[in-house]
């Protein structure tokens, strides 16, 4: 490991010469988020930390993470916070189902996933929650049926924050129906851009749009991106929930 008083004052002029004036001493909600990184700059900025890895400091190289120590990305942090740079990139790809892959997910989707995340050329959305089932949430009714190399979806889920702006969602779905409600759960990965997604941003009283209605009709996940096993789905649904918590805090 480098000596962190070099890598401190390395990382502090990298820092000086590559994070736009635009990207420091910016405050703004969530909500927002899209519309603040949706810029050259932001882009630009989001570029340079992640060639370096540092939109994901501390997951590993060979997924073109940052490999760094966890004391040397509390410096990154802490350099990051002296010039109020903004994070290069946010949302629930880098906070959620990036860890939960790196933890559970197979070599081939660590591969073809991860490094997408890190770059932040995909962005994600959850798929959970339904009309039906949210604080009981094992209750779910979206239903995946296996047909040939695909699982064919269809249901609703709601509050899907971001959707209308993902590229891609990891759901919780239905594929036994005589089990047990959590047992009959699997977790899948699927692609927003296709016929079978429709997406309606729910309108707030504030006149934003963060949260959305999305309906899968006949809707496909490829076999190779469910997440664990078939019908586990609810361990991983909870673990994902963890690295959540752990980001909020």
Same mark, same amino acid.
């Given at each position: 490991?480098? $000596? ?39 882009? =630009? ?15 590993? @190289?060979?997924?073109?993470? &940052? ?18 740079? *903004? ?14 892959? %790196? ?10 996933? *991860? ?21 009981? %949430? ?6 995946? *049926? ?11 889920? *709601? ?16 594929? $036994?129906?005589?089990?047990? @409600?959590?047992? &009959? ?14 997406? @309606? ?6 006149? =934003? ?27 991983? &649904? ?12």
């Amino acid at each position: 490991m480098i $000596d962190l008083n070099t890598f401190r004052e390395e990382t502090r002029e990298w820092l000086e010469a590559n994070c736009p004036e635009s990207m420091r001493n910016r405050s703004f909600h969530w909500e927002d988020a899209h519309e603040v990184y949706d810029t050259d700059e932001a882009r =630009s900025w989001l570029k340079v930390m992640a060639e370096r890895g540092w939109t994901a400091p501390m997951w590993p @190289k060979e997924y073109t993470g &940052g490999g760094l120590s966890r004391e040397e990305a509390q410096v990154l942090a802490q350099e990051m916070g002296r010039i109020k740079a *903004i994070p290069a990139s946010t949302g629930m790809g880098l906070s959620m189902i990036g860890p939960t892959l %790196l933890e559970v997910g197979t070599e081939e989707q660590k591969q073809r996933h *991860i490094p997408k995340i890190v770059s932040g050329e995909v962005a994600w959305c959850q798929g959970y929650s339904e009309p039906g089932a949210g604080s009981d %949430l094992a209750a779910l009714q979206t239903k995946a *049926i296996i047909d040939g190399d695909n699982f064919v979806i269809n249901g609703q889920k *709601i509050w899907t924050s971001g959707a209308q702006h993902a590229d891609w969602m990891f759901a919780l779905v239905r594929t $036994d129906f005589e089990a047990s @409600k959590h047992d &009959g759960i699997s977790f899948v990965l699927l692609d927003m851009h296709q016929p079978g997604v429709t997406i @309606k941003p729910i309108s707030l009283i504030s006149g =934003s749009s963060p949260f959305c209605e999305t309906f899968l009709d006949d809707a496909l996940a490829s076999r190779e991106d469910l997440i664990g096993e078939m019908g586990k789905g609810w361990t991983v &649904g909870k673990r994902l929930l963890q690295f959540e918590r752990s980001g909020i805090g």
